[in-house]
């Protein structure tokens, strides 16, 4: 399973970039449609120059944010869209093994909650 930076149509100007980067959503794709989506990016990690380890990048363009979605198709193939520069902020450092464990807690928090 490959995830990817998704963005939808209508979240892109007529140059090209994403007018809202806080709407990206990680997303996978099978035989060019979207086949899962999950939640919008994290600003902390994704539009931190803070944090180079996993910043926004180049994203598939999709029709729309629903599941089923084709890609966005231009002359030239698949179209692909990125932020501008000025959505990259200094957010601070981030605490990336704090954040994994308070998921984990979290997801086992769930799960037993739902065995109830």
Known sequence: ????HLVAADNVDADGWIIDPQLVHHGVLQAGRVAALAGPI???THLNL???DHQLGECMVIEQMIVG???SQTAAGIQRSGPRRAAFMHRG??????RRLAMQQLLKERSHGSAR
Do not use: G, H, T
């Open 1 to 4: 399973m490959l995830l990817r």
């Open 93 to 98: 450092i981030v605490q990336v093994d704090e």
């Open 42 to 44: 994290d600003l902390a």
């Open 69 to 71: 979605a084709a890609l």
């Open 50 to 52: 803070d944090f180079p």
